[in-house]
């Protein structure tokens, strides 16, 4: 019996271990025959040798990511914590409004962030009128790093929410009975139990972040430069497809070892949450 | 008013197509009818049915029954890598003059058949047999136009009459530059006095510093942000294509043109063929069609660009009639067409790019540099590039060590309350 | 204290939704600007729906997004059910951590790996040179699509109780039937998150879009990004405009309809 219901999960899985080996495992290697070849297809290492070159971009798009993740953690939690105290029929609508934004493409939405972020834009005008200086907000670091979080907060409400919505509240409730004040019950129990949520939440959104192109092109006026931008540049404009292989082979095992570091912190087998 | 007559004319076209312009050959023409013609041009390339003017594509597939199916991309070198990633392909697309001649180098391009094409008689000398295509085999002219300066008069000081207006520091943060090298490392040769197409890593490394110097005023790097920023007062100072300034202008008075004294960069767009095109000869009734005098008006003015077509510039009609920004007089001013450069000068114009793009101003060395033309400055730039990288270097270092202190702390706590 | 919640929670939204705001104003600009606001005027809502580009690649995108949200949950909830009964070891982690990879993988990675691949099963084994299309997007789009349907469904099914099935099975359902009549039910709610996630991400993404599509399918982003020489006219504001309240209604249907059924079922109870 056993044996024959192992044979039978294998066959139910198996469309998608030959979906994954085709087309996750095979397109990596592909990643990294180009890395180590050159345009006509000899092997070299010349790839990886310009990649020291790249490496203010690439501290600079690690630092924006991991600023942007907090500040979506920041702000994420206490939202989570908020909608998961409603009734089901409010929870329900709150992550619809959650997810609603995302229905538009990302383009026109970071595309309407200029108009508000510009020196003459909405809130600068706004600000104008209740008689304050305008802010220099577009084209800063700032800026991109606005964006990002703007693009990606979704990612982190959703996961911490779904895990504090399972949250057994009989828990809460005797760390309360036990004596615990506001801060006590947050620190003890809410939070350590939300860890799952907020691990896949900050894998969610730092992984996006530090690999977006978009965003830092139209918020942060072209200065500053992500990797995701020198990767896209090395694909689109210079058809440098080996350089641009290169750049995102290390940006992806620099995620990998981020990742595994995360995990770490999560039990289980390193599985995400939604 | 002459809007409507063109789609009165177009109309009666297609009333009437047995009758009409297919004298010749109907009988291959009629064997195209169900057939497919995939088409590659620029975004917002070609006249759409917007505000009643005509809608090529519809009226093409009406006239001579073929599907049009047409894509877009965003710049040369995009179209180029999908098509050369072997994806993809498609039988008509209109690519700007450096990268015909690249793509004719590539042999990716095939030769047009102009006896299909009569229409070209519209393509006065002048368009014709340029630089790219010297034998003109292979591509039909579809615009022409200029890189321009756009300024707002209500931001300038004075109407700037050079480039260097771009390294103006009075405009700090008020000027904007193309986000594509080709055309930004353009304005730096043009300052300079070089050739665009010139095969020195010297000349271009000059060209690059001076896009580096340019840093000092922190100018924004745009493609299409421009009109926003234009229109709403945003930045003083930006170049770019001659025809976008009057789509510009309708929503902001203010704005200005002027074609700088040091010269500037002159484009042909033109429609080809590629090479393994299973449809030709529809792709050549298409090109054909492109320049239809009636057809190439309502994208001349759809697109704004200026038109190689004779039959639209000399038509007292055209909304842009002897426009001089579109059409000035011959010689007033340098113009220069790129070529096609070698793969070793394209390598390294993008690492000189990549370079600006990341390049931190060392100070006011603008002065002593701004005719230099010597790459480094020495020791700044190296020093500046540095000093980005040590400042986020050592955020992410404080903020791993923060990480790991807790993780420390929270093991040596587990530890000690074990013990207790 | 709830003053503060309900301040805080308004905040976020109005951040989240401000942008959308001045999508939707500007959608009624009455010239071509998206920054200067000059008059109200219906004529891009006018226009857009005439617009045979816009409203093809509309459609593309939908189409798209329909076809891949559904294959991904399908193949993904039975790989769910599979991986379930694995057992530990490290056949199912690795399973596990290859699952892992379209999402802990940059976007711009996995379109352009993606991309490498089809082109070279194109040239080599289908020996085209147009491999790239609506099959190649399909199949970018259910990739990256699997993890989330697989990561909503497995908690799912890890909540049912196993011997649900085997006691249904015992009753004399055959696998089949006791998985349909029993199991889906119960994770359901997992199944349908998962489509919906799929359905949002396919219809968003841009990034593996551009790198896999191929002639006659642009989707919308693709079509928005193709026009970054000239601009971003109002038209495709109007555009937004229209999909956002589409799915607003479509979402307030649906919500009334579940509360329905909601209430039904507990009736019935």
């Known amino acids: ?274 | 008013m002459k809007k409507i007559s063109a789609v009165l004319l177009a109309l009666v076209f297609a009333l009437l197509p047995l009758n009409c312009a297919l004298a010749a050959g109907d009988a291959d023409i009629e064997a195209l009818r169900g057939t497919k013609l995939y088409v590659y041009n620029w975004g917002e390339y070609i006249s759409d049915g917007e505000d009643d003017a005509l809608d090529v594509n519809a009226e093409f597939e009406k006239r001579y029954g073929i599907k049009v199916i047409y894509d877009t991309y965003d710049n040369n070198e995009v179209m180029y890598s999908k098509l050369k990633s072997g994806g993809v392909s498609y039988d008509v697309v209109i690519p700007s003059d450096y990268m015909i001649e690249r793509m004719i180098a590539e042999d990716m391009l095939e030769k047009i058949d102009y006896k299909n094409i009569p229409n070209f008689k519209y393509i006065p000398e002048k368009y014709r047999h340029l630089s790219f295509d010297p034998a003109n085999e292979y591509s039909v002219p579809y615009t022409v136009s200029y890189v321009g300066l756009i300024y707002n008069t209500k931001m300038v000081k004075e109407a700037p009459v050079s480039w260097k207006a771009l390294w103006d520091t009075d405009y700090e943060n008020q000027i904007l530059m193309f986000n594509n090298p080709r055309d930004a490392f353009a304005i730096a040769q043009s300052i300079l006095g070089m050739d665009y197409n010139m095969e020195s890593d010297v000349a271009w490394r000059a060209a690059a510093a001076l896009l580096k110097e340019q840093k000092i005023v922190n100018p924004v790097y745009v493609n299409d942000e421009v009109f926003l920023k234009m229109e709403s007062g945003e930045a003083a100072l930006a170049p770019y294509y001659a025809g976008d300034y009057f789509l510009m202008k309708e929503n902001n008075e203010d704005l200005a043109f002027v074609y700088p004294k040091e010269g500037v960069n002159y484009f042909v767009d033109a429609a080809c063929i590629l090479k393994g095109s299973k449809n030709k000869r529809a792709a050549e009734l298409y090109i054909n069609f492109l320049n239809e005098p009636d057809i190439a008006l309502a994208n001349a003015e759809y697109i704004c660009y200026g038109s190689p077509n004779e039959a639209v510039y000399t038509n007292p009609d055209y909304e842009l009639y002897q426009n001089e920004v579109l059409y000035p007089e011959e010689g007033a001013f340098k113009t220069q067409l790129f070529r096609n450069l070698s793969p070793e000068s394209l390598a390294l114009m993008s690492t000189l790019w990549d370079d600006v793009k990341n390049y931190i101003p060392a100070g006011n060395s603008y002065a002593a540099l701004f005719f230099g033309g010597e790459d480094n400055i020495p020791g700044a730039d190296a020093e500046k590039m540095t000093a980005e990288t040590v400042k986020y270097a050592i955020y992410i270092g404080i903020f791993l060590l923060l990480v790991i202190a807790f993780l420390v702390f929270r093991f040596l706590r587990k530890r000690y309350r074990e013990r207790v | ?269």
């Open chain 1, 1 to 274: 019996m056993n044996r024959r219901s192992a044979a039978v999960s294998r066959l139910i899985a198996s469309p998608y271990i030959v979906w994954a080996a085709l087309f996750i495992i095979a397109p990596l290697f592909f990643v990294v025959y180009y890395s180590f070849t050159n345009s006509a297809g000899g092997f070299t290492l010349l790839n990886i040798q310009t990649l020291p070159k790249y490496l203010p971009t690439f501290l600079r798009s690690i630092w924006f990511g991991i600023v942007a993740t907090l500040i979506c953690l920041v702000i994420a939690f206490p939202l989570a914590y908020y909608i998961s105290q409603k009734s089901d029929k409010a929870q329900r609508t709150f992550v619809l409004l959650i997810m609603l934004p995302m229905w538009m493409s990302f383009l026109i939405r970071t595309y309407s962030w200029m108009a508000l972020l510009q020196d003459t834009g909405i809130i600068n005008t706004f600000l104008g009128k209740l008689g304050i200086d305008p802010i220099h907000m577009i084209n800063t670091g700032g800026a991109v790093i606005l964006g990002m979080v703007y693009n990606f907060l979704p990612y982190m409400i959703l996961p911490i929410y779904s895990v504090m919505a399972k949250l057994d509240y009989s828990m809460v409730e005797a760390c309360q009975d036990l004596g615990g004040n506001g801060f006590n019950v947050l620190r003890r129990c809410i939070i350590p139990m939300s860890i799952p949520g907020v691990v896949s939440g900050i894998t969610m959104v730092f992984v996006p972040s530090v690999s977006t192109f978009y965003i830092s092109q139209k918020l942060g006026g072209g200065s500053f430069d992500l990797i995701g931008d020198v990767i896209e540049r090395q694909f689109q404009q210079s058809y440098n497809y080996n350089l641009g292989a290169a750049l995102s082979l290390v940006l992806m095992v620099l995620i990998v070892i981020s990742m595994a570091i995360m995990n770490h912190f999560s039990e289980g087998e390193g599985e995400m949450i939604i």
């Open chain 3, 1 to 269: 204290m709830k003053i503060f919640n309900r301040v805080y929670a308004f905040l976020v939204f109005l951040f989240l939704y401000a942008p959308i705001l001045v999508l939707l104003l500007f959608s009624f600009n009455s010239t071509t600007s998206t920054s200067v606001f000059a008059g109200f005027s219906m004529k891009w809502y006018n226009l857009i729906l005439h617009d045979a580009t816009a409203i093809t690649a509309l459609r593309n995108t939908v189409l798209l997004a329909v076809c891949s949200a559904f294959l991904a949950t399908v193949i993904g909830t039975a790989a769910s059910v599979g991986i379930e009964k694995f057992r530990k070891g490290a056949f199912r982690t690795a399973v596990m951590s290859t699952t892992n990879i379209p999402m802990t993988n940059p976007e711009i990675v996995t379109g352009v790996s993606m991309m490498l691949l089809f082109v070279f099963i194109g040239k080599s084994i289908l020996h085209t040179d147009s491999v790239l299309g609506f099959g190649t997007m399909l199949i970018a789009h259910v990739t990256f699509n699997l993890p989330y349907v697989i990561l909503t469904v497995l908690p799912k099914l890890r909540q049912t109780d196993k011997n649900l099935a085997e006691a249904a099975q015992d009753l004399g359902c055959r696998p089949v039937s006791a998985f349909f009549k029993v199991v889906l039910p119960a994770i359901m709610p997992g199944v349908l998150t998962g489509l919906i996630m799929s359905f949002t991400l396919s219809l968003d993404d841009f990034i593996i879009s551009y790198f896999t599509s191929g002639p006659g399918f642009q989707t919308l982003p693709i079509v928005i990004f193709s026009m970054t020489k000239k601009r971003v006219k109002p038209d495709m504001y109007a555009l937004s405009a229209i999909i956002f309240v589409s799915i607003l209604v479509l979402l307030i249907i649906y919500n009334i309809v579940q509360q329905k059924s909601e209430e039904k079922t507990n009736k019935k109870m």
